[in-house]
């Protein structure tokens, strides 16, 4: 292949942003077209040099041709969106049932979660996946702020001079286990980012938010409820809060796997992110002022836009992935 038809292939698939099969077929289908170009010019008797010149030239910028691509193969089917949605819509049953209060059958949820998101992984990255994956991480997450008892002593010890520091196996065990999280999630969102920043943002989308129920869980009597506390009016109203935002971001992942169009995309799960997460900040914490407000909103965008510059550091060489037809 002509060096300069391989770079042009080369920076269509930097901008594809679909999956690896998916992309292999767009850029077969590209290369045959462009031989095809190729013949006809060459058998009209112009130099191979020139006709490779005008081939190029006739199928356009090779941002756009990715941008048309990407518009013709990205849209999932509704069988894609329905499964891509499901785990959003698990855990808003596990919360308007207040099952997540009781440990076995929220481990279980988690496990089945979990367990889809590494098959589904593994199977080639479908659309549908990314949702499963934001949900797979959160019981580390949750094991990991709930293990930080030994070192907040250990810290009130060193600085403050009360209480007793940890024992030195507690914290080594507390280290590791934050290690494994950071690695998990890090290179995760790297793997993601490769592909595609708005994949990363749909894998964060509920994370904001579970983060700001289970600390206000946690610091409010423990994540595990007894009988009685069960009863609270407070918690319940919580839970019906997170069970609606929920659905509202399965809709927002269904409608997502959906649309062709990246920046609809881009635009509807940012605009979700933030109006739920503030909506649901208020709902949890109380009537928190225009400033607080705002100052959630920016904390949000800053957030979900992180991966945009992810994906600017770790964009990948194209030539490093799928193989270019010979």
Known sequence: MQPEVRLYLDEVRTHLHLDPRTERRVISELHTHFQEKLIDLEDQGMPRAEATREALSSFGDARSIARMMYEAYSGGSWTEALIGCQPHLIVAALFATHVWRYPLLLGTAFAAIAIIALLGWRSGSPNWLYSWVGYAVVPLLITSYMSMDPMTRT????????????????LAALAALFAVTIWVLASTAVTVARRDWILVSLMLLPLPV????????????????????????????????????????????????????????????????????????????????????????????????????LHALVDRDPRSETPLPS
């Not at 810290?155 to 507690?170: I, R």
């Not at 009863?231 to 796997?257: I, P, Q």
């Open 155 to 170: 810290v009130s010890f060193l600085v403050q001079g009360v209480g007793t520091p940890a024992p030195l196996w507690q």
């Open 210 to 309: 579970l983060g700001i129920w289970i600390i206000s869980v946690t610091q409010s009597s423990g994540f595990f409820l007894n009988a009685l506390q069960r009863l609270e009016v407070r918690f319940s109203r919580w839970d019906s809060a997170m069970a609606y935002f929920c659905v509202v971001l399965g809709v927002t992942t269904a409608l997502f796997v959906r649309i062709r169009q990246r920046a609809f995309k881009a635009v509807a799960l940012i605009a979700v992110g933030i109006v739920g997460g503030a909506v649901a900040a208020t709902s949890i914490w109380g009537d928190m002022g225009l400033f607080k407000l705002i100052a959630i909103s920016l904390c949000l965008l800053l957030f979900f836009t992180i991966p945009l510059f």
